[in-house]
Each structure stands twice: as structure tokens, then as C-alpha cells.
């Protein structure tokens, strides 16, 4: 139980474009995500909380007008990453728990953005 | 200073020793403490997760917390070649959903 998914796995796409990255949670359902990014060999850097039918919570320097964040049901949140720069590519990670057991928050298999 | 440091690495030990990992944190508001696994390209797995001082168990896993030292640790017994991957310590206090990572340790166990 507790599986998180995301897809695409990996996408390539050029400046300028926008990609939408979805995260479902598949056998919970799960009021808040978290939508992570993580640079080569370094630690998970946290972009901002998603809340399922309310606005995002962004962390402290994350541009929101930049990685749109909607959460339209209980079990999927997107990210979009609007205009991508090539500092835009990483590898974006989302996160779910399930309700009343925050410290158990299950990730995603990641997404792999290059933005070319 | 950090919230939470963990040392990088990289460790390589032997198959079959014992590993030891180790976070330490600096905000005593902290009442979680978790332990995660994550193979190369992949998301993180949760291991273990504890809110108590003492030691959890888990198959080969054990999880300690000293919350008076404000230190974690994770070990490993008779660690395997699968084992080898990046493990995050993380963190969170009572009134938050947030966690905390550590930086992670890049662990490499050696046939």
C-alpha cells in the first residue's frame, strides 16, 4: 500500500515550453503533496506544499508564477513548469501522506526534466 | 548552522559489517525522526520512522534516537550489495507536515 506514481518518468523539451508533471497517489488518498527538487548528489530541496482544492504553499524563493501547482482531487497534484529555462532542469520528486500519519510520507519515483 | 547535518560520504564497506549512520539536528522541537533510502534516479523510500528515544528494529534495520544529544543513527547488519544507495535522515516537529532532510550518505557495500 502507500504507492505514490509520476508521470513522465523523464521529459526533454525545449526553452521556453511549458511541461506538466502529474503525481497521483494510488491506493490513498492524500489531502497534501509535496513537490520536491533535487540537484545531482544533493539533498531533496522542498518547492512548496499542495493542499487538494486550496492554492499551494510555496517555499521561501521558489517563483509560484513559475512552477504552477494545482491540486484538483484527493488523489493528483500537478506541477507545471511554465517558460523552462535550462537551470530549470533537475530531477522533481513529489511526496504524500496519508492523513493523520505525517511521518510517513511516501514519494514518488521522481521526474527527470532537460530542458534543452 | 545547519537544522540538520549528515555526513556525505562516501562510505564503502565490506559485505557483511555492520554500517552506522548518523544525522544530528540543532532544534530540539523535533519529535519524528525517519529514515529513508533512495537508489540512484529514483524517489526516496521510506524505512523507518520513530518518535520516541530508544532503539526500533526492523529485519537488518535499527533506528536510534538520543533525543538529549539531539543525534540519530541507523544501522545496518550484515549489509548486502543491495544496500548500496543514498540514505536521507529527516525530521519534522508535532504541529508540522514539513520534513527536514539531512544532506544524505552515499553507501556502497562491497561484494
Known amino acids: 500500500g502507500a504507492v505514490v506514481s509520476q508521470h513522465p518518468s523523464r521529459v526533454i523539451c525545449k526553452s521556453g515550453t511549458s511541461v506538466k508533471i502529474e503525481c497521483r497517489s494510488l491506493d490513498f488518498q492524500a489531502t497534501t503533496m509535496f513537490w520536491y527538487r533535487q540537484f545531482p548528489k544533493k539533498s531533496l530541496m522542498l518547492m512548496a506544499t499542495?493542499?487538494?482544492?486550496?492554492?499551494?504553499?510555496?517555499e521561501q524563493g521558489v517563483e509560484k508564477d513559475k512552477f504552477l501547482i494545482n491540486h484538483a482531487s484527493l488523489t493528483l497534484s500537478t506541477l507545471t513548469v511554465t517558460s523552462a529555462h535550462p537551470e530549470d532542469s533537475s530531477f522533481y520528486i513529489c511526496?504524500?501522506?496519508?492523513?493523520?500519519?505525517?511521518?510517513?510520507?511516501?514519494f514518488g519515483p521522481g521526474t527527470r526534466l532537460t530542458v534543452t | 548552522q545547519k537544522e540538520v547535518e549528515q555526513d556525505p560520504g562516501p562510505l564503502s564497506v565490506p559485505e557483511g559489517a555492520i554500517v552506522s549512520l548518523n544525522c544530528t539536528y540543532s532544534?530540539?522541537?523535533?519529535?519524528?525522526f525517519m529514515w529513508y533510502r533512495q537508489y540512484s534516479r529514483k524517489g526516496p523510500e521510506l524505512l523507518m520512522y520513530?518518535?520516541?528515544?530508544g532503539n526500533k528494529e526492523d529485519g537488518r534495520f535499527t533506528a536510534q534516537v538520543d533525543k538529549s544529544s539531539k543525534y540519530i543513527s541507523l544501522f545496518i547488519r550484515d549489509s548486502q550489495p543491495s544496500d548500496s544507495a543514498t540514505y536521507l535522515c529527516?525530521?519534522?516537529?508535532?504541529?508540522?507536515?514539513?520534513?527536514?532532510f539531512g544532506t544524505g550518505t552515499r553507501l556502497t557495500i562491497i561484494p
Open positions: 520513530t518518535y520516541s528515544s
Open positions: 532544534n530540539s522541537a523535533f519529535q519524528y
Open positions: 529527516a525530521m519534522r516537529d508535532f504541529g508540522n507536515e514539513k520534513l527536514t
Open positions: 499542495s493542499n487538494e482544492g486550496s492554492k499551494a504553499t510555496y
Open positions: 511526496s504524500a501522506y496519508i492523513a493523520g500519519k505525517a511521518y510517513e510520507q511516501y
